[in-house]
């Protein structure tokens, strides 16, 4: 049935087989735009699994407002297919994002200092690359962020 | 002696062909090479590193696979592959695969069946298929430790009444009884993770036919 | 943009039930000219972050007809907005815009379709395939007294599943319901079918 994410105090539900399902159909495209192979922004470093339970409402938090704020709005589909593709995700993830508010709004999405530091190190490799490659990196590497949410 | 590269044609199809975790990278010979002398050289990378890996088992190898399985067994990393083809003192450029999950990607295998009878019922008794593993002697992971949401799909076959039927499970054992005395059920077993769609594999189909009714066998005496 | 010369399309609807949206709109007729429509769409995403941005329906743009299969537009439980405008050759009417925005979460779920079988023994359902988007609640029971209820999930199939070994001369008695993921939401049961089972009752 549906899944839900235990993070910390904050507990949601989401049809996250739905999201993956709706990302497997354009994930080889997108990912094959992606040229630059030796640099991965989401890092095993800083897993949402591998953050202690409390800071993972905040950390996942920021990814999504990253990936809503500066992924999604800027990433350029070659296609009405993927096009339409990447708006399933973007409203699916928004979704989660106003859970997740509601959570912060009710005191249970604490920013502690291991999501602040996890989250400046992705935003750090976000911002190494050039703006239009790393939309695209980022749009591929949803398949991480979505296994990272179906750990929680 | 290095090769003259870009002379040759790129090997084709270079893809990962991987069940449980068994992770192979498959390709074919250039076009219009088929039958030549060509070896071939594999190189992989994880994504997000640094450097092209040799696989030095894989190197001026004149098969169109190569086992990858234990460099790509990270279920946190993904990763490419890409092939070379040489013929003589030519070489091709490298042909590369797209990038390999191997944790979402990976196909599940189907479970051993085992099927005892009596009179009228069916034992079904389901073993989770193995996760790949680098020596015979290590112990082995059962991909239900993997998956800790694989379930299984079971259809039986009546062949009196020519019905089918099925049933979602996930424990490894389930007996169906008040079967048909003297008839042939054949069983096939299918193991699946909910999520993205992955290719499956059903298990072989396995008919076995209940024993013929003992009350009717008495009276028959 | 061409002259808007062209009515634009009138009072815009949705219906939808069990996951398939039909957008409807009245038809722009002018004499012995075939009118072609298109249809947008926009999310809570693209309201909010990309609000210049529409994106084309799959099916209808353009289509002759004064409806839209929007089912494969409408792909997240957020409220979308949806537009209509016509054109005929180059003249193009102004977009007209669905009054209320549209959320799948308000589609009508109906019982599903199910036909009780037996193979022998064994009690089978056959459920009425609405498509990925719906797992089947089946509740079944024997007819008796105090019966204990069983309940059985059951995913979209080709197949009949297989409910339950019964009882020669019992009775045993099936419903079951929808359940969608994406919304969070089940339908009504449909009505109870009980099928008496052959044979003698087995000695107490």
Known sequence: GLKTLHLGSCVITTNLQGIRSGFSEIRDSVQAKDEIIDVRILRKTQSLQGTKPADQCCLLHHILRLYLDRVFKNYQPPDHHIFRKVSRLANSLLTIKKDLRLCHAHMSCPCGEEAKEKYSQILSHFEELPPQAVVVKALGELDILLQWMEEA | ?221 | DGVAVLPAPQNLSVQSTNMKHVLTWSPVTVPEEIVHYSVEYQGEYESLYTSHIWIPSIWCSPTQRPECDITEDITATVSYSLRVRATLGSLTSTWSTLKHRFNQNSTILTPPGMEITMDGFHLLIKLEDLGPHFEFFVSYWRREPGAKEHIKVVRPGVLPVYLETVEPGAAYCVKARTFVKAIGRHSAFSPTECVKVQGEALPL
């Open chain 2, 1 to 221: 002696v290095p090769c003259v590269s870009g002379d040759l044609p790129k090997p084709t199809n270079v893809a990962f062909i991987s069940i449980n975790m068994k992770n192979i990278l498959q390709w074919n010979p250039p076009e219009g090479l088929q039958g030549m002398e060509v070896s071939y050289t594999v190189q992989y990378f994880i994504y997000g590193q640094k450097k092209w890996l040799n696989k030095s088992e894989c190197r001026n190898i004149s098969r169109t696979y190569c086992d990858l399985s234990a460099e790509t067994s990270d279920y946190e990393h993904q990763y490419y592959a890409k092939v070379k083809a040489m013929w003589g003192t030519n070489c091709s450029k490298w042909a590369e695969t797209g990038r390999f999950y191997p944790f979402l990607e990976t196909q599940i295998g189907p479970p051993e069946v085992a099927l005892t009878t009596d009179e009228k019922s069916i034992s079904i008794v389901l073993t989770a298929p193995k996760k790949w593993k680098k020596n015979p002697e290590e112990s082995s992971i059962s991909m239900q430790q993997i998956y800790s949401n694989l379930k299984y799909n079971v259809s039986i076959y009546n062949t009196k009444s020519n019905r089918t039927w099925s049933q979602c499970v996930t424990n490894h054992t389930l007996v169906f009884s008040w079967l048909e005395p003297g008839t042939l059920y054949c069983v096939l077993v299918e193991s699946f993770v909910p999520g993205p769609p992955r290719l499956t594999h059903p298990s072989e189909r396995q008919c076995v036919s209940t024993l013929e009714d003992q009350t009717t066998a008495l009276e028959v005496k």
